[in-house]
């Protein structure tokens, strides 16, 4: 065998053993980002109290279990610009979760609230939230309110409201976008 024989049998292994090092490498590469996006996600959620509910709807959204809560746990409220940050329902995943969801009014000692149940039993809970200065629409206190997205260009932005609770039927106002309102999120 003279060297170019030689050569090509050389480099023939080594190109093979460095596809092989490399598949490897990406592999890893891949599971460890993997991992490390997970422990985030989770990070995040620890940090927001944030958990998402499958509630085996059509279009496949998840919902947060609850109002975004801050450190304390109490409800943070926020005016539409900062609700909008974060990802909000539309108008078409607030009515699919009144038309395709189950709800029962729940009182507790201090507080009351919605429970909504989902066409595969899993659930959400809506705490009813006194909310300062509205005004503009009838609400005695004893209904769900948080932010819609809204693309129009006025000072009047979307919320959902009261649901009739044996009809299932959606309800989305106008009201002003300064006022703080809960927020639930969605992905």
Known sequence: MDIKERSKQYAQGKALEAITAAIEKAYQDGYNDGLNHLALEEQEAAKTGVKYVDLGLPSGTLWS??????????????PYLDASKHIIPTKQQFVELCEKCHYDYVIFKNFSGTKIIGPNGGEIMLWNIKVPNLKSIPYNGNSPFFWIQ???????????????????????????????????LVK
Do not use: R
């Open 65 to 78: 279990s609850q109002y975004i809560t801050n450190i304390k746990g109490q409800v943070e409220m926020m």
């Open 150 to 184: 809204d693309d129009e260009e006025n000072d009047k932005k979307n919320c959902a409201t009261q649901v009739e609770w044996n009809k299932s039927k959606a309800h989305i106002e106008k009201i002003f976008m300064g006022l703080k309102l809960p927020v639930m």
